[in-house]
């Protein structure tokens, strides 16, 4: 069964290359996102990979933690990281999960039950559904889930937009339009009342009964 927006998101132990994680102590009491690969030394996720490394300070800054996946041995993994800097430029300095009992591909829904327990003789387009990415908040509960295909990179700088608003959003009652960028106005959200508006907000513009516009809120 799949996970959607505010189920627990589920806790495991795992071998990584910085050695074993139980993931909730991991996240602590920031932000995290994990993001899934269905095979090492495919050419996709090695782009992916080494842009999440150029990226990871971004991520820092957002109190977010990233860690990877993919369904195959942590010591692939570490030979797979000498490839991706070959390749990216990047170093990959986060961890990677190794998977290679499918125990948390198929926790997260991304394979199915009877997917097997081994990673061996499986290739990529057995495991293509292990291509998502999950924002988990201090509460641990999936706040976001986006899954791509196999030959479609994915832009992980939209994650970071998201993460922005997500944050944004949970520490105000606001929402954010389509396209939103960091700085740019803001959707009121409707269980605010147009003067508890003027008094949290300041101005705002109505344009439509249900559509109000502000700045973004500092803090």
């Not at 994680?21 to 993001?35: E, K, M, R, T």
């Not at 990677?96 to 829904?109: E, F, N, Q, T």
Request: aromatic share 8%.
């Amino acid at each position: 069964m799949s996970l959607r927006i505010n189920d627990a998101a589920p806790d495991f132990s795992a071998e990584t290359t910085h050695g074993t994680i139980n993931f909730h102590d991991w996240v602590g009491d920031g932000w995290a996102v994990l993001f899934s690969h269905p095979k090492d030394f495919t050419p996709v996720c090695t782009t992916e990979l080494g842009t999440m490394a150029g990226l990871e300070d971004e991520f820092k800054k957002r109190n977010t933690k990233i860690i990877g996946i993919s369904v195959d041995p942590v010591e692939d993994h570490v030979r797979w990281k000498e490839d991706i800097k070959k390749a990216t430029g990047q170093a990959v300095e986060y961890p990677m999960i190794g998977d290679s009992d499918l125990k948390v591909a198929k926790l997260y829904g991304m394979l199915p039950a009877d997917a097997g327990d081994s990673s061996d003789g499986r290739t990529a387009a057995d495991n293509q559904t292990v291509r998502s990415v999950y924002v988990v908040g201090p509460d641990k509960k999936v706040k976001l889930v986006l899954t791509y295909p196999m030959t479609t990179g994915r832009n992980f700088a939209e994650i970071l937009r998201a993460i922005d608003s997500i944050q944004l959003t949970a520490k105000h009652q606001v929402a954010t339009p389509a396209n939103w960028q960091q700085g740019e106005d803001v959707i009121i959200t409707p269980a605010v009342s147009n003067e508890d508006a003027e008094k949290r907000f300041g101005s705002f513009e109505t344009i439509l009964p249900y559509l109000r516009k502000t700045k973004q809120p500092a803090g």
